[in-house]
């Protein structure tokens, strides 16, 4: 049996966002999202099952658009991204539906579990082969070492620990 050639597909930046989404004071939602990142995929056919994913975002891109909130996530408080400048995901397994893999944030690396819907392939008007994708998997950004906390008078927790993390994704056949 020889192998099969994998196809190689590479994120198609203007048709990509990649977000997280925490509870804020546990009765509001802070949507955040990575302007700058990367991402590919090598995949046996247009299926993607078994394909390898391989993902990284620049912890400097944050943006919740608020800049003081954003320098706090930047600081070791969270992300600390002048020690650990990127957040990298790499996939063991992807079934159509589920995909593992093993997410990074500062030093810690954690597998996870996101939940896929596979949205087809395309030929766009320019002749490209696109795939899309959307992704979401929820974490606990203290096993991250994502560890600030702060209790309000009220006793309210002011960040969750859980965050949602949602990436809505567009890879182009190369």
Same mark, same amino acid.
């Given at each position: 049996?020889?192998?099969?050639?994998?196809?190689?597909?590479?994120?198609?930046l203007?048709?990509?966002?990649?977000?997280?989404?925490?509870?804020?004071?546990?009765?509001?939602?802070?949507?955040?999202?990575f302007?700058?990142?990367?991402?590919?995929?090598?995949?046996?056919?247009?299926?993607?099952?078994?394909?390898?994913?391989?993902?990284?975002? #620049?912890?400097?891109?944050? !943006?919740?658009?608020?800049? =003081?909130?954003?320098?706090?996530?930047?600081? @070791?408080?969270? *992300? &600390?991204?002048?020690?650990?400048?990127?957040?990298?995901?790499e996939?063991t397994?992807?079934?159509? #539906?589920?995909?593992?893999? !093993?997410?990074t944030?500062? =030093?810690?690396?954690?597998?996870?579990?996101? @939940?896929?819907? *596979? &949205?087809?392939?395309?030929?766009?008007?320019?002749?490209?082969?696109?795939?899309?994708?959307?992704? #979401?998997?929820?974490?606990?950004?203290?096993?991250?070492?994502?560890?600030?906390s702060?209790?309000t008078?009220?006793?309210?927790?002011?960040?969750?620990?859980?965050?949602?993390?949602?990436a809505?994704?567009?890879?182009?056949?190369?």
């Amino acid at each position: 049996m020889g192998t099969t050639e994998k196809a190689k597909w590479n994120i198609d930046l203007t048709h990509s966002e990649i977000n997280f989404k925490v509870k804020h004071m546990m009765i509001s939602t802070v949507t955040g999202s990575f302007g700058k990142f990367d991402a590919s995929v090598e995949a046996a056919d247009d299926t993607f099952k078994d394909a390898s994913f391989k993902f990284n975002a #620049e912890i400097d891109s944050i !943006n919740t658009n608020n800049k =003081d909130r954003d320098a706090h996530l930047k600081s @070791d408080d969270f *992300f &600390n991204a002048e020690e650990f400048p990127k957040l990298t995901f790499e996939s063991t397994s992807f079934d159509g #539906e589920k995909m593992k893999g !093993n997410l990074t944030i500062r =030093d810690v690396t954690k597998e996870i579990t996101m @939940d896929v819907d *596979f &949205n087809g392939v395309a030929v766009d008007p320019y002749g490209q082969t696109k795939a899309g994708f959307d992704m #979401e998997a929820t974490i606990n950004r203290k096993d991250f070492n994502l560890t600030w906390s702060a209790v309000t008078e009220a006793g309210s927790i002011v960040v969750s620990d859980k965050v949602k993390l949602i990436a809505n994704v567009q890879f182009v056949k190369q």
